[in-house]
């Protein structure tokens, strides 16, 4: 692990050391793990974007999925 300074404004201080109270960790742990998140979501965002930009340039034609239709049946 790398340590590291950040600039924060008080009153976001103040909320995170209250709520990595409430859970019962370290500030730098509640930190770590917000940042994980927020990665996460924007890797997940991006991924959603390259999805739609990819059926925007190539839309799904009429009956493309259909030859699937059968296999969704149970029975």
Known sequence: MKVIQ???EED???KVDHI???QNVARSHFIRNALENAVR???IRI???K???GYRRFP???G???IWESEQEWG
Do not use: K, M, S
Request: aromatic fraction near 4%.
């Open 6 to 8: 950040v600039t924060i």
């Open 12 to 14: 976001l201080l103040q």
């Open 20 to 22: 990595a109270h409430q």
């Open 41 to 43: 979501q924007l890797e």
């Open 47 to 49: 991924l959603e974007q």
């Open 51 to 53: 999805q739609a930009e």
């Open 60 to 62: 799904v034609e009429q």
């Open 64 to 66: 493309e999925f259909e």
